[in-house]
């Protein structure tokens, strides 16, 4: 059934807006607020912490390269607009000996505060003072820290995850006086005292005073950028929860929507043309599906808990880097006459030598330092897709326009993941996050209508195929045999007038059952209908062989409504005549018997018969005869069956086959 080209833009569109919809609404519910934290305070007194949840993104206190006392730095003394006091650190024997305390921005890495790539800071300690309305239990939602950190409420510890590494300022080594080999040494040893993994948490935060004081304490030897990079939230406990509740509702959506195209797109082009893009597409289903449990967190790690970092850091950079070859192979299959091959020669092997690097990244630092480049990787196949597509609509290709919309939304919203992500910007959070999912989902959705687009061709070429068969068929019914009816309608005219009024009677009951059924709009008529042809045709050609001809049909009264192919009979019958008379008197009998589940038919006569070699060619892809191979098609198409011969020369031939009763609803 075909399907309109207006109900599948509908369709797409809705599925679309859909999962827009599911993405606000699993931030929406709860009031979700981001705020701006400057000088690392939030003021949230008289605020309504029952119905909403805050981010807290801003500008929190760091202390680079330095675990400060948890206790002392909820004793840091704070000025009256909030901002910190960076030159008191009471319960700090010696202050001076501490860095002095700077703004970073949150969500963001460790390494903006760094001047140069040789300083980058590994090390530092977080601080945020919340003002609260009253004491209590609060929540806090922590997602990716890298690579290891331990948080503290009001000075004491709430959670770990990870083991963090030495502070740069830890250990003898770390004096002026060392440097050369024994300063690469103690970088090294630092290293190995971190174990880095990626937890998502919920942390209860209890105070009995107003002022709640986060301290987070954090260490990054391993990755590019380490640090709070992504959103912490916050709010009652029940909220907290409630919160990660829906991210895990949104996400498990997304992904079931994902694995379902994906498996739609399989079935829809396993057995077309298409088989390649779709598994592209498919490819790209499976691994957007990923990628969201990869983001979310939640689904994954309630999987895989206290995973190395390496693990889903490496798993992020290497699924995205398959999403974008999928989409590279994608263009290449479905536009198989490249505009600059070149190109696409070149881009195909930096993908794949990209991704075997990746893979076999050996340690944290390389795989982030690879997994940095799959930004640039993105851009560099885009040139080429471009290129072609809009080479497609020059030529023109009526769905190239739909492709490159899709292929630019995608593009656009993958730099809007990859910088407001890495940066931390301020932006609506359900766009921010999921930004790169939408575009894939775009994308998709686009291609898929073209992909159906392709299939319902292909559909209305099979079933002009089909119809062209039947049509085929009745030009293979003599256009000689008429034009013999004809010459003896004329022959009688002068010598028997009644038998030449009987012969075009005939004839024309022929035409009419004949033309009785438009092969464009139905495919099916009743055995009655094959009947009533058969007996016409007989008559016609028993005027012309003198009655030689006996047609015998035993079949119940019941049987005669049933549908069936038509023309599946009349051939044979013709075939009977024509091969196996020979000038003695034939008889032909058609019997129709019902067995369990089908119809048996058989076409048995008494004329000439075959030898073995004639019966074994008969209807084999060599043989001349049209009518024969053109029933055994049509009937492995609905029925899976074909005809069956028995024939002995000099006594008939019995031709007999099934007719699945589900056949004549096909």
């Known amino acids: 059934m075909l399907i309109n080209k207006s109900y599948r833009i509908v369709a797409s569109t809705v599925l679309f807006v859909a999962v827009i919809l599911l993405i606000v609404f699993s931030y929406s519910n709860y009031n979700l607020r981001v705020n701006q934290i400057t000088g690392g305070f939030l003021d949230l007194s008289g605020m309504d912490l029952e119905s909403t949840i805050y981010s807290l993104d801003g500008n929190w206190i760091f202390?680079?390269?330095?675990?400060?006392?948890?206790?002392?730095?909820?004793?840091l003394q704070t000025t009256e607009q909030g901002g910190a006091d960076h030159q008191a650190y009471p319960g700090i024997a010696d202050a001076a000996a501490l860095p002095a305390a700077q703004e970073i921005e949150v969500p963001g890495s460790?390494?903006?505060?760094?001047?140069?790539?040789?300083?980058?800071?590994?090390?530092?300690?977080?601080?945020?003072?919340?003002?609260?309305?009253?004491?209590?239990?609060?929540?806090?939602?922590?997602?990716?820290?890298?690579?290891?950190y331990k948080l503290y409420c009001n000075g004491e510890l709430v959670s770990e995850v990870g083991v963090l590494g030495k502070a740069g300022n830890?250990?003898?080594?770390?004096?002026?006086?060392?440097?050369?080999?024994?300063?690469?040494?103690?970088?090294?040893?630092?290293?190995?005292?971190?174990?880095?993994v990626w937890q998502p948490k919920v942390c209860l935060l209890h105070t009995d005073e107003r002022d709640l004081t986060i301290t987070?304490?954090?260490?990054?030897?391993?990755?590019?950028?380490?640090?709070?990079?992504?959103?912490?939230?916050?709010?009652?406990?029940?909220?907290?929860?409630?919160?990660?509740?829906?991210?895990?509702?949104?996400?498990?959506?997304?992904?079931?929507?994902?694995?379902?195209?994906?498996?739609?797109?399989?079935?829809?082009?396993?057995?077309?043309?298409?088989?390649?893009?779709?598994?592209?597409?498919s490819t790209l289903c499976v691994g957007s599906?990923?990628?969201?449990?990869?983001?979310?967190?939640?689904?994954?790690?309630?999987?895989?808990?206290?995973?190395?970092?390496?693990?889903?850091?490496?798993?992020?950079?290497?699924?995205?880097?398959?999403?974008?070859?999928?989409?590279?192979?994608?263009?290449?299959?479905?536009?198989?006459?490249q505009k600059g091959k070149t190109l696409y020669y070149v881009v195909e092997y930096v993908n794949l030598i990209y991704l075997v690097l990746l893979i076999c990244a050996p340690t944290y630092a390389t795989a982030s330092m690879m997994g940095g480049f799959c930004f640039v990787l993105l851009v560099l196949n885009l040139i080429p897709h471009l290129i072609q597509t809009i080479h497609e609509i020059r030529r023109p290709n009526s769905y190239a326009g739909v492709s490159l919309l899709s292929i630019i939304v995608l593009f656009l919203l993958s730099c809007a993941q990859f910088?407001?992500?890495?940066?931390?910007?301020?932006?609506?959070?359900?766009?921010?996050e999921n930004a790169f999912i939408i575009g894939i989902l775009f994308f998709i959705l686009c291609q898929i209508n073209i992909l159906l687009k392709d299939v319902d061709r292909a559909y209305q070429n099979a079933k002009l195929a089909d119809s062209m068969e039947i049509a085929y068929l009745q030009a293979q019914i003599s256009p000689h045999f008429m034009f013999n009816t004809l010459n003896n309608v004329s022959y009688f005219m002068n010598q028997d007038v009644t038998k030449a009024q009987t012969l075009l009677l005939q004839f024309c009951d022929f035409l009419k059952v004949k033309h009785k059924f438009d092969y464009r709009k139905q495919v099916f008529y009743t055995l009655g209908e094959e009947f009533d042809f058969l007996k016409s045709y007989v008559a016609i050609e028993n005027i012309r062989l003198q009655d030689a001809i006996k047609l015998e049909i035993h079949v119940k009264e019941k049987l005669k409504a049933i549908k069936i192919m038509p023309l599946i009979l009349q051939p044979l019958v013709e075939n009977a005549i024509k091969h196996g008379y020979d000038s003695k008197p034939l008889t032909i009998a058609i019997s129709v018997t019902e067995v369990q589940g089908s119809y048996h038919f058989t076409v048995k006569d008494n004329g000439k018969g075959m030898n073995e070699i004639q019966l074994r060619n008969l209807g084999s892809a060599g043989s001349k005869g049209v009518g024969i191979s053109n029933i055994n098609y049509r009937l492995g198409k609905y029925c899976g069956e074909k005809l069956h011969f028995e024939s002995q020369l000099g006594e008939g031939t019995t031709i007999s086959f099934s007719y699945a009763k589900e056949g004549q609803q096909l």
């Open 63 to 75: 202390w680079p390269e330095e675990y400060v006392d948890p206790v002392a730095a909820v004793s």
């Open 110 to 148: 460790l390494y903006q505060l760094s001047p140069n790539q040789k300083d980058k800071i590994k090390t530092g300690t977080y601080q945020l003072k919340i003002r609260l309305d009253e004491p209590g239990t609060y929540g806090l939602k922590t997602s990716l820290v890298s690579g290891a």
């Open 170 to 196: 830890e250990g003898a080594a770390g004096k002026a006086g060392e440097a050369g080999n024994g300063a690469a040494e103690k970088a090294g040893a630092e290293e190995d005292t971190e174990k880095s």
């Open 216 to 281: 987070v304490h954090v260490s990054n030897y391993h990755c590019q950028h380490g640090g709070l990079i992504k959103s912490l939230y916050f709010g009652t406990t029940e909220n907290v929860y409630y919160f990660q509740t829906m991210q895990t509702i949104k996400s498990a959506a997304i992904i079931g929507i994902f694995v379902g195209l994906g498996i739609y797109l399989l079935l829809l082009t396993c057995a077309t043309s298409h088989r390649k893009t779709g598994l592209c597409l």
């Open 289 to 337: 599906a990923l990628l969201e449990s990869l983001l979310d967190e939640t689904i994954f790690f309630y999987f895989f808990k206290n995973l190395p970092l390496i693990i889903p850091m490496k798993a992020q950079f290497i699924v995205c880097t398959i999403l974008i070859i999928s989409v590279f192979y994608f263009y290449k299959y479905i536009y198989p006459n």
């Open 419 to 432: 910088y407001f992500v890495d940066t931390g910007k301020s932006l609506h959070l359900y766009v921010r």
